[in-house]
């Protein structure tokens, strides 16, 4: 009953908040400038930290579609039941692994250096981390929805695409091992 209550909620506040093209940079420029501030708050914990966060970006994220887009040709094999529980525990894993390294901010700074638009149905915002000695090339990958919403897909770090970078690491796991073994390991690993 809660995972039904919290996948309606997720659902509700994604329909809440659908992004037009011309909002995606000022509106991201928001939410990255919201985590930033959770994130300098000292009199918050890890765990508040992050129950404050992930309801400012989950609802820009198309976790269905980047489950599918990790697994490849491997999502057409599966049932929706398979379909649903690795969902489930993708996202987790990428909700997590977010925060986590969220955690390792210490006082960089976000620019926001603009949108690129290589296809009429995606657009790349074009952000850098700045530390104290370097700085991060950060591109969230947008398409556009069926309804005319823009969603981020992939997340470019330095470069190196998640989705890209997750579909080979399952394409590895699974030419030895079974799709429930995935899960299974999903479900055990943070």
């Not at 009953?1 to 995606?24: C, G, P, Q, R, Y």
């Not at 994130?39 to 198309?62: G, H, Q, R, V």
């Not at 700045?130 to 969230?140: A, N, S, T």
Request: aromatic letters at 12%; a positive charge; zero cysteines.
């Amino acid at each position: 009953m809660i995972k039904k209550f919290l996948f309606l909620n997720l659902l509700v506040s994604t329909l809440l908040f659908a992004l037009t093209k011309d909002e995606i940079q000022p509106e991201m420029t928001i939410k990255i400038n919201n985590v930033l501030s959770v994130l300098k708050d000292s009199n918050l914990t890890k765990e508040a930290k992050k129950n404050k966060i992930i309801p400012i970006i989950d609802p820009l994220f198309d976790f269905t579609l980047m489950s599918r887009l990790s697994l490849g040709a491997k999502w057409k094999e599966l049932d929706k039941g398979q379909k649903d529980r690795f969902t489930e525990l993708f996202t987790k894993k990428l909700k997590e692994s977010y925060t986590d390294k969220l955690y390792l901010y210490t006082d960089q700074k976000v620019d926001i250096l603009g949108v690129d638009q290589p296809k009429n149905n995606r657009i790349v915002l074009k952000t850098q981390l700045i530390g104290k000695d370097d700085k991060y090339d950060i591109g969230y990958k947008f398409y556009e929805t069926k309804d005319s919403s823009w969603l981020i897909y992939d997340v470019d770090l330095l470069g190196v695409s998640i989705i890209q970078t997750y579909r080979q690491q399952f394409a590895g796991f699974l030419k030895d091992k079974s799709f429930d073994d995935l899960l299974t390991n999903l479900s055990t690993t943070k």
